[in-house]
Structures are given as structure tokens and as C-alpha cells.
């Protein structure tokens, strides 16, 4: 644990070297001023004592009272450039940190995020970043002012009296041995109720997030989710509870042994003033020195059994998902250099092969891609057929790369495609899938994010927009093409359609004209005028790129240079329009059925 720790403190210290040197400086400041003020207080008593004694008072209580207010001022100052200071390095670790966990998340294996127990990890290091990146700091500042305090009231003491220090080391145990109870509890218990707490935010998201508002109101699903998220929520608010009660109790029982045993050493303090052995002056002294003692040593403790303890376990979980890094690594994300410096040596797409190729979703039984073997050559374009379910858009993951954990082989340009470094091989590819995302952004970007190395390319993206056939939907939009989608985080923004959306990602896809298009069922939202004026275009577009279309619709496997047929992960059939028509299997009955159907259509419309 302590090598974990310390990796992560210098990590966070490297962030800022200077602000933590003139932190920790400063943290030395407040600890000797705090001395000194017990002592100005001990100057101060000596002087009153004497002129109780004599009757008189001598100018000499000026010295303690001057020095009394001038450590306070200068605690006071520097407490607060202590705080500008760690305002500053927590900000930049803070940064170094959270620009870490983003990196990983985008190049953690997609297959992962199928995978609950992945997700829960992944879900406490996201919630708890800010926390995370925040413990270095405030733990070890903590830790280290108490550790100052310790040394110099140990110090002090032990000028007076070495057997006191020994004392107190006994009610360091007590509080060690409580803490280390409470803590290993407490860790157990989150892990207990991580998944519950998750289910209780994602009910709750449902409750109330917009994309949910409709189909809550339509179906009059408020009242189940509602009392799926309180029974949940209690359950686990339940246990909490009760632990944090027991916990207090044990908290008050370690604060009663500690008064017990600091009061108890004041009493003699005050026996020994007495009789005569202790000056007042010195009492008082002594007295404020084993107070700042006690709490400083609680504090040691605290830190070491509890804080770290307990702080440990978000270090541990953003190590467990980000790795352990380097500060090498660090900074070269933090100067916005990418990992891999990998260059594009593959050349102009040519050839990609699955080879005896089979898919599982982690923790699935069955297989969602089987034995499969398929090849796409460069300006081919293919047309993927098939029931819902038999593995179509899981087939078009593992050929861009989404999906690395599968079984046989996959070839780009004969390089196996999980050598290929991701910020290479996505370049390659233009994809639409049936699940897309809506960014908060203007319509251009919304088009851009397809080729990042060309998001600032006007003529690139005015080229998309014109084969996804956008101008007509950017004509109706109050900003054009730089008008805000989502009404969520603008207020000027707009809401589109289904079909108005589907176009955006057509665009997105062949955005930066990328070698392989792949389509997941890229006219399912669009309008029939609309799609037959897309096929119609389909082939200038597509142009001598290659791509794959994945569509229930027939009129895409007419114009496809090849078909092919999924049934149960399986490719079943795999030819031309008349191949498989000759073959009178699957495909054949598909085409009969639905040629049957718009026939019919053209006769009800006559
Ligand atoms: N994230 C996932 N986790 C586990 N199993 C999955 C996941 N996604 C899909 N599957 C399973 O993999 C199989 C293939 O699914 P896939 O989405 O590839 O089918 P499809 O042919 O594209 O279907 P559709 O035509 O409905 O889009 C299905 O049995 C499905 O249940």
C-alpha cells in the first residue's frame, strides 16, 4: 500500500515541484509558529508571576505580548500562502490526473465496457477522479504539518521530562488499533454496495434524464422505476447507517481514552505546580505542548491507519484500470502527445481477411460471431444480410478493431489487426452504427468528429455534408451549419429527427473520405423518397472505396458487389445477386419476399 501511495504522491508532487517545496516550507512556518505562541504564553506567565510576587508590572511583558501577536500574524499569512499553494498543485495534479483517466478510457479495449465488473471499476474511478487526484495533497499535507507539530512538541517535552513522550506513545495504540477496526470495515462495506449504489444512479438517471422523459410518461414507467430506485437505495443506505453508527461509538470511545489519559497527565502537571516543582510559567508551556501533542499524534494516526487506509482504495482502483504510470507517461499526455508514435506504415487499404474468426461478449455463453471467414478487398462493396441477432454489427466491430478479444484471425493489409495501433487503423475507416452519439456541439462538428485530423478542414467537411445530403436540413437551421444540436446544454440549440440525425452520421462516416465505409443500417430512420435518392447516389459516392452495408433492406444488397447472409454468427451464404439467387436459399426467399412486398405496395398506390 505504501509503495502504491508513495508512486501516486510523487506523481502529484511532480505536478509542481516548486508550489509543493514552498507548500511543505511553509507547513514548517505554521508548526513553529504554533510552538512559539506556547511559548510567548509561558514568557508571558513568568512576567505576571514575578509581579504578582514584587507587586509591580514590569515592562517586560511587552516582549511575550509582541512576540505572541507577531507569530500570529505570521501563521495567520502563512497558512493562507500555504493554501494559494495548494490550491495551485492540486489544480495541476488534478489536471495530470484526470487527462490520464480520459487517455485510458479511450484506449481500454471496447470488450471491456460489455463487462460489469470492468464497468463498476470503471464507474468508482470516473465518479471519485476529482477525490482521487486530490489525496496526495490534502493526505500528505495533513500528515506532514501533524508530523511537525509531533517532532516539535516532542521536542519541547522531552526538555521537561522524557518519560511524558513515552506516556502518550500509549495512547497512540489505542487509537491505532481502533482505526484500523473501522477502516478495514468500512472498505468491506463499499465494496459490499458499489453495485447497488450504481443501479440506485442509473434508476435515478432514468427518472430523470431527458432522453428517458418520453417513453417514461408514454409507458407510465415513473412508478416502478421509482420504487426499483427506493428499495435499492434503502438497501444500501440501510447498511450504511448502521456502520456509521457503530462507527461514531467506537470514534467516541477512543476520544474518551484519549481525554482520560491527557487530562490525567495535567493533573499531575498541576500536583507538581503544587508543590513547589513546576514554575507556572513552564506548566503552562508543558500543558499546551501535550495538547498540540495529543491532537498532532491523533492526527499521525489518523492519517496512517484511516486516511490512507481508506484513500488507498481510490488509488489502488485508478491503478488497477489506468495501470501504473510513469511520469514520462503522464507528461506526454499532458502535453497532448499521443502514446503511440506509431506511424501509418500500412499503406492504402488493400486487403482485409477474417480468418476462421469467432466472438464472445465477455461473461456470454454463446457465441455472437462463429467460425467466420470472409475477405474484403479494396473497392468492394459488400452488403451484410441477416435476422436480428445473428451477428451482423458484431462482425463490423471486430473488422474496424473495436473488439480484440476474438479467437482466429484478422487481417488488414496482412498485419494482424490488433498490432495495428488504434489511432492508425480508425483512421481507415468512416462508420455508422445504429447507436451513435449526439454531441452537444454545432452541426459542423457534429460532422467533423468523423476525421478528427481534419475537424478544422472547411472544404472536408462541406464535402461530407453534400454526400450525406445535408444542406437541406442545414437550410432550416436558425445558425446553419454552426447551429448548437441539443437543447441540453444551450439555449439556442435545436432538436433534429430521427432521419435528420441519420443523415448527420452518414456524413460523419465518409467524412475525411476514409478507405472502408461501414454502414450499420444507414437508411432505417430516412424516408422512402429519401433512401431511393441515396441508393440512386449510393455508387458515385462510395466512389473505389470499399465498404460494408449492413441493411435489412434489399435495395442495398442490389447494388452490392457481394452478399452475404448471418445466421447464428454464421456467414451462411456468400456470393453475387444471381449466385445466391440460383441457390434459392436464403437470400432468394429474403428477395422474393420483399420484391413481393413493394410489387404489392405499387399496385395499392396505383
Ligand atoms: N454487448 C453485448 N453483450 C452480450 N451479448 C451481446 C452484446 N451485443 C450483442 N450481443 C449478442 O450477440 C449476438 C449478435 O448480436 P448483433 O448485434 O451482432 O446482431 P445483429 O445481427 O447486428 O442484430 P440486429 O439485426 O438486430 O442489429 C446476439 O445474440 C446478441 O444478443
Known amino acids: 500500500m505504501f509503495r502504491r501511495l508513495m508512486h501516486f504522491c510523487k506523481i502529484t508532487v511532480s505536478a509542481s515541484p516548486i508550489f509543493f517545496s514552498l507548500n511543505m ?13 506556547g511559548y510567548s504564553f509561558k514568557l508571558a506567565t513568568d512576567v505576571l508571576m514575578d509581579a504578582q510576587a514584587s507587586g509591580q508590572v514590569s515592562v517586560k511583558i511587552a516582549f511575550p505580548i509582541l512576540l505572541f501577536f507577531l507569530l500570529i500574524c505570521i501563521g495567520g499569512n502563512t497558512g493562507n500562502f500555504e493554501k ?64 511537525y507539530r509531533v517532532i516539535l512538541a516532542v521536542g519541547a517535552i522531552s526538555y521537561f521530562n522524557p518519560l511524558i513522550v513515552v506516556y502518550m506513545s500509549l495512547l497512540a495504540f489505542i487509537l491505532i488499533g481502533i482505526n484500523q477496526y473501522v477502516v478495514k470495515k468500512r472498505i468491506a462495506l463499499q465494496e459490499t454496495y458499489i453495485n447497488d449504489e450504481r443501479q440506485a444512479k442509473y434508476y435515478m438517471e432514468l427518472l430523470s434524464s431527458r432522453t428517458h422523459a418520453k417513453e417514461l410518461r408514454l409507458f407510465g414507467l415513473q412508478e416502478r422505476f421509482l420504487k426499483k430506485w427506493a428499495s435499492t437505495y434503502s438497501g444500501y443506505m440501510k447498511g450504511k447507517y448502521q456502520f456509521e453508527v457503530k462507527a461514531i461509538g ?74 501504473r504510470t510513469s511520469l514520462h507517461q503522464l507528461k506526454a499526455i499532458d ?19 477474417f480468418i476462421n474468426v469467432s466472438y464472445k461478449y465477455p461473461g456470454s455463453e454463446n457465441y455472437a460471431v462463429k467460425g467466420v471467414n470472409l475477405t474484403l478487398r479494396r473497392g468492394e462493396v459488400v452488403s451484410l444480410l441477416g435476422y436480428n441477432g445473428s451477428g451482423k454489427t458484431t462482425l463490423s ?12 484471425e484478422i487481417l488488414f493489409n496482412g498485419v494482424e489487426l490488433r498490432k495495428v495501433p488504434k489511432e492508425i487503423l480508425y483512421r481507415y475507416f468512416g462508420i455508422g452504427f445504429q447507436e451513435f452519439s449526439r454531441y452537444s456541439m454545432s452541426l459542423k462538428e457534429n460532422v467533423a468528429v468523423g476525421m478528427i485530423e481534419a475537424f478544422e478542414e472547411e472544404y472536408a467537411i462541406q464535402k461530407a455534408i453534400s454526400k450525406g445530403n445535408l444542406e437541406e436540413v442545414i437550410r432550416k437551421l436558425p445558425k446553419g451549419i454552426d447551429t448548437i444540436l441539443g437543447k441540453e446544454y444551450s439555449k439556442e440549440g435545436q432538436d433534429l429527427s ?102 404489392e405496395e405499387e399496385v395499392c398506390y396505383a
Not at 338 to 351: C, N, Q, R, T
Open 397 to 408: 466491430k471486430l473488422m474496424c478493431g473495436l473488439l480484440e478479444d476474438y479467437e482466429g
Open 84 to 147: 494559494m499553494m495548494i490550491t495551485a498543485y492540486s489544480h495541476k495534479a488534478k489536471r495530470i490526473f484526470a487527462k490520464y483517466f480520459l487517455h485510458k478510457s479511450y484506449s481500454t479495449k471496447q470488450d471491456a465496457f460489455y463487462e460489469s465488473k470492468f464497468y463498476d471499476q470503471y464507474a468508482f474511478v470516473k465518479n471519485n477522479i476529482d477525490h482521487t487526484a486530490n489525496i496526495a495533497v490534502t493526505v500528505f499535507n495533513k500528515l506532514t504539518l501533524s508530523i
Open 498 to 599: 430521427g432521419g435528420q440525425w441519420q443523415r448527420i452520421i452518414l456524413s460523419r462516416a465518409y467524412m475525411g473520405e476514409p478507405d472502408v465505409l461501414i454502414l450499420d443500417e444507414p437508411t432505417a430512420s430516412i424516408d422512402p423518397l429519401e433512401e431511393m435518392r441515396m441508393l440512386g447516389q449510393f455508387g458515385e459516392i462510395i466512389g473505389d472505396k470499399t465498404a460494408l452495408i449492413i441493411s435489412h433492406r434489399i435495395g442495398f444488397a442490389r447494388m452490392a458487389d457481394r452478399i452475404c447472409m448471418m445466421e447464428e454468427g454464421k456467414i451462411v451464404e456468400d456470393g453475387t445477386h444471381e449466385i445466391l439467387m440460383a441457390r434459392k436459399g436464403y437470400y432468394y426467399t429474403l428477395f422474393t419476399a420483399q420484391q413481393a412486398l413493394y410489387e
Open 250 to 323: 467506537l470514534g467516541k470511545v477512543a476520544g474518551i481514552a484519549q481525554m482520560a489519559m491527557t487530562y490525567g497527565l495535567s493533573v499531575y502537571f498541576l500536583m507538581l505546580v503544587a508543590n513547589g516543582s513546576l514554575a507556572v510559567g513552564d506548566f503552562v508551556f508543558l500543558n499546551g505542548m501535550m495538547m498540540t501533542l495529543t491532537s498532532a499524534i491523533s492526527s499521525v494516526i489518523n492519517v496512517l491507519t484511516k486516511d490512507l487506509a481508506e484513500n488507498d482504495k481510490y488509488v489502488e482502483k485508478y491503478e488497477g484500470f489506468t495501470g
Open 335 to 353: 502535453d497532448y502527445q499521443l502514446l503511440s508514435e506509431a506511424e501509418g506504415k500500412l499503406g492504402d487499404f488493400e486487403i482485409l481477411e
Open 25 to 37: 516550507i511553509a507547513l514548517f512556518i505554521i508548526a513553529l509558529s504554533q510552538l512559539g505562541i
